[in-house]
């Protein structure tokens, strides 16, 4: 079957910085997306990774390794707005997106 | 406004009734999507659509029905109501589903079957 596992929550302090990871197996791999979902919201679009690396955008980067089915979402200089849910998802052989269950980001000051 | 739209945002049914979610987009874009978002879960992808007149069944599709006879318009009914389909329910839409293409969320549709 298709999984994606990310951690369920994690707690970072204003200012800092943050990793958030997610791990993948899923039949084929054509790309995989950060979205940012604030609670009561839709989610909204953060990156697009389809090659190994680092995708750099403002203080978001995102980090793919297609051979470890291994993704992070960097955050720095976190704000409070960025209390959020992060998701992860994983465009299949299908070009179907298999989401994971997301993790959500509590800020404190 | 450009965009996307649900309507109704919050809906209290019960069980064996019908309802219908709508999904409008002004984007012209071909593709649009149905997923419905429970805790613990990702993003469920029910029913989607390239184009109108076109659509296929994603990996939740039991119990409710879709149709687009328009590109801007793609509701969502579920025929009979039952309590597992208390949910809420996102409507998206993209150009493309290939090249990165993000899919844009309507606001989301708050369905709560007694």
């Known amino acids: 079957g298709q999984n994606i596992d990310q951690p369920t929550e994690m707690t970072a302090t204003e200012g800092a910085i943050v990793q958030i990871n997610c791990t993948y197996q899923t039949s084929g791999f054509n790309g995989l997306f950060w979205y940012q979902q604030h609670a009561g919201e839709a989610p909204t679009f953060l990156s697009y990774n389809v090659l190994d690396g680092l995708e750099e955008k403002g203080r978001f980067s995102s980090f793919l390794s297609r051979s470890k089915g291994y993704s992070y979402l960097l955050l720095k200089e976190l704000q409070m707005k960025d209390s959020a849910s992060y998701l992860c998802a994983v465009l299949d052989s299908n070009y179907q997106l298999i989401w994971g269950a997301g993790t959500k980001l509590i800020i404190k000051p | 406004d450009a965009g996307i739209t649900q309507s109704p945002r919050y809906k209290i049914t019960e069980t064996g009734r019908q309802v219908t979610l709508m999904c409008h987009q002004t984007w012209s874009h071909s593709y649009m999507f149905w997923y419905r978002q429970d805790l613990g879960h990702g993003l469920r992808l029910i029913y989607y659509?390239?184009?109108?007149?076109?659509?296929d069944k994603g990996e939740v599709p039991d119990g409710y029905v879709v149709s687009r006879s328009k590109t801007e318009n793609f509701p969502l009914t579920l025929e009979s109501a039952t309590r597992s389909q208390t949910s809420v329910y996102f409507c998206?839409?993209?150009?493309?589903?290939?090249?990165?293409?993000?899919?844009?969320f309507g606001p989301g549709t708050r369905l709560t079957v007694l």
């Open positions: 659509s390239a184009a109108a007149d076109i659509t």
């Open positions: 998206a839409s993209s150009l493309e589903v290939a090249g990165g293409n993000e899919q844009f």
